[in-house]
């Protein structure tokens, strides 16, 4: 784990780096901040230097060294860093989950443990071979070269890692459409195209196979919120990056991502955000933020 972590600090390159290894980031933060929200995606995060607290529907997890959070689903979310120093800040690496290779890996593994319905994230702990499997993916920043050809691999073995771990039978339901994920991921993928159109648990529920009621349940199960709080939260993000990237009149926005009241919008938006809509805008604009929709664990 020291290595590893002395590895990635020598390549994070400011926040966030996107590295050179397909769908792998690095971040790095050497001050503790304040609940900022973001949408996670498919992926892992191993967390390998501080701690930092994750808010997503009504679940509130911690997570720090040795440690790694899993995501099988698109959820609104929250983090923030609740240890980091200048001396030793704040230091993760992420995977975005490849959803086709994760099902490939599973069908070469049979035996493995029935699949699990419960939340679509969580936390577990490091084993030494997950631990040594991103030991290696790191290393081959250092060989730019070998990268073509032992990323995929490696790829593979953390993700068999993680497969064969507490989190394997949630992570497994990616890959079958019939699963009660792969239902309720179904529903989530018709939200996201029509956030800003009104939406029925009855249309969700047709879409997902459900009726209404278990379908309801099994939405919260799995994401922690309603899915009328699911479309809020996107409208709300969605909102919040037309606002930064195109200063203008925030009725105009509020009615473009959905909402047919414009007060309504301004509170909803100053709960999520901790401001009113022109006064977050702005803020972000003084400090030259580039808002980014996605959490990188």
């Known amino acids: ?47 390998l230097q501080g701690a930092k607290c994750a808010l ?32 030793t800040p704040y230091l993760a ?15 070469d593994m049979p035996g493995l443990p029935p699949m699990a319905d419960g939340p679509g994230f969580g936390i577990s702990p490091v084993t030494p071979d997950l631990a040594d499997a991103w030991l290696r993916l790191i290393k081959l920043l250092d060989t730019p070269s070998d990268i073509t050809i032992m990323a995929p691999m490696l790829e593979r073995e953390i993700i068999y890692r993680v497969l064969l771990g507490p989190h394997g039978p949630m992570l497994r339901q990616l890959a079958r459409s019939d699963s009660r994920l792969g239902q309720i991921r179904r529903a989530i993928s018709h939200i996201r195209d029509n956030f800003d159109q009104p939406i029925t648990i ?30 809020k939260k996107l409208r709300l993000h969605e909102a919040r990056r037309r606002l930064l990237a195109d200063p203008g009149d925030t009725v105009r926005v509020a009615f473009s991502v959905g909402y047919e009241s414009a007060t309504q919008f301004s509170r909803e938006y100053a709960r999520q955000f901790g401001a009113p809509p022109a006064r977050d805008a702005g803020r972000l604009r003084e400090r030259g933020t580039h808002l980014r929709q996605l959490i990188d664990g």
Request: net charge negative; with cysteine; glycine share 4%.
């Open 56 to 87: 997503i529907g009504d679940r509130r997890l911690h997570y720090d060294r040795a440690s790694y959070f899993v995501a099988s689903i698109e959820v609104p979310g929250a983090c923030q860093i609740v240890e980091a120093r200048p001396d």
């Open 93 to 107: 690496v992420a995977l975005t989950l490849d959803i086709p290779v994760v099902a490939e890996i599973i069908m």
């Open 1 to 47: 784990m020291d290595e590893l972590r002395d590895r990635a600090l020598r390549h994070a390159q400011g926040q966030r780096t996107q590295t050179a290894v397909p769908r792998v980031t690095i971040t790095k933060d050497a001050a503790l901040t304040g609940m900022t929200p973001g949408i996670y995606e498919p992926m892992l995060c191993l967390v």
């Open 202 to 231: 009855e249309t969700l529920a047709c879409i997902a196979g459900m009726s209404p009621s278990v379908f309801h349940k099994h939405f919260k199960d799995v994401t922690a919120m309603s899915p009328i709080q699911y479309q």
